[in-house]
């Protein structure tokens, strides 16, 4: 398998893919016409040197992918609202709701899987003596509530739409790393599951708080709570350099750790119809010279 650097999410009856600088969103109309619109996103710190830091890089890329994660849902909603002036969008306006949304969505996420299964471990391990019981509490909540979370809302029906979306996104890019044309035939054929995904990034997230957390036995309530949140990008840059390596390395060790995330994905990615890897194959040929890429010596990465 060859890395090609392309990565991207689903969205409202759409697919995002994004390659270095520049990131492109397919949607299918409801009129079934695919749109596509192509962007330049220079990110948040232009200075390569500074963002090519390991586990400096993985915050970076964790926010940045969030920013264009709501730039791309917002897009696509836009073909799904009544009443919706695409062209009368104030830019300042729109970029202070992308910030707003990504700051909302860190809060929840951080109250939702890290302070609630905190209070939670903390009542439930009153009858504990030990702190590590309760540490390893906190982290078997955590999972639990994350995992039945991404259950949860696979039962939507609008969900499973966008989780098979998801998968045309997968088999895309699975379609080219494995040497493939990327055409309709070839993508139903490739794997929904891949390692660099969002899914598996999130769940080695859970695990490496938990390890580390199991570490922090401090008398005070406080400053293990703060320490929690402290740490957070510390876990998220470690996580990305983990999740990095996994989409480069062939290695049996490195595979072997990856499947937790690989099985996540059964859930959060469903089977795609044609119509939908159709949409997906646009928005990865908008970004990005597959051609190119399969002609490339195996041992050449972008």
């Known amino acids: 398998m060859k890395y090609s650097g392309i990565g991207g999410q689903a969205v409202m009856e759409g697919v995002m893919m994004k390659n270095k600088s520049r990131y492109a969103v397919a949607v299918r109309k409801p009129d079934q016409e695919i749109v ?9 710190i232009k200075n390569e040197k500074i963002r090519n830091i390991p586990l400096v890089r993985g915050v970076v890329q964790f926010v940045e992918s969030l920013v264009i994660g709501v730039r791309s849902l917002t897009f696509s909603a836009s073909f799904f609202e009544e009443e919706e002036d695409i062209g009368s969008k104030d830019g300042k306006k729109e970029e202070f709701m992308t910030g707003a949304t990504v700051a909302v969505s860190l809060l929840l996420a951080v109250g939702i899987f890290m302070v609630l299964p905190y209070g939670v471990s903390l009542l439930l391990g009153r009858s504990l003596s030990s702190r590590f019981a309760v540490t390893v509490l906190e982290g078997i909540l955590r999972l639990l509530i994350f995992i039945g979370y ?62 580390i957390f199991m570490l922090l036995q401090m008398e005070s309530k406080i400053l293990r709570f703060l320490l929690r949140l ?17 989409g480069r390395s062939e290695s049996r060790f490195v595979g072997l750790l990856s499947k937790p995330g690989l099985l996540l994905q059964k859930i959060t990615t469903r089977e795609p119809d044609d119509a939908m890897i159709e949409v997906a194959i646009a928005s990865v040929e908008a970004v990005f010279d597959w051609k190119a890429f399969l002609e490339e010596p195996d041992g050449k990465k972008p």
Do not use: W
């Open 150 to 211: 991404v259950a949860a809302i696979s039962l939507m029906p609008d969900i499973k739409r966008v989780y098979m979306y998801h998968g045309a996104e997968h088999k895309c890019i699975n379609c080219i790393e494995h040497g493939m044309d990327l055409n309709v035939e070839n993508v139903r054929k490739s794997s929904r599951q891949h390692k660099r995904c969002g899914t598996s990034f999130l769940l080695i997230v859970m695990f490496i708080s938990i390890l």
């Open 36 to 44: 596509v619109e192509t962007t330049e996103y220079a990110g948040m």
């Open 230 to 246: 402290l740490l957070l990008p510390v876990i998220a840059g470690v996580s990305y350099e983990f999740i990095r390596l996994a």
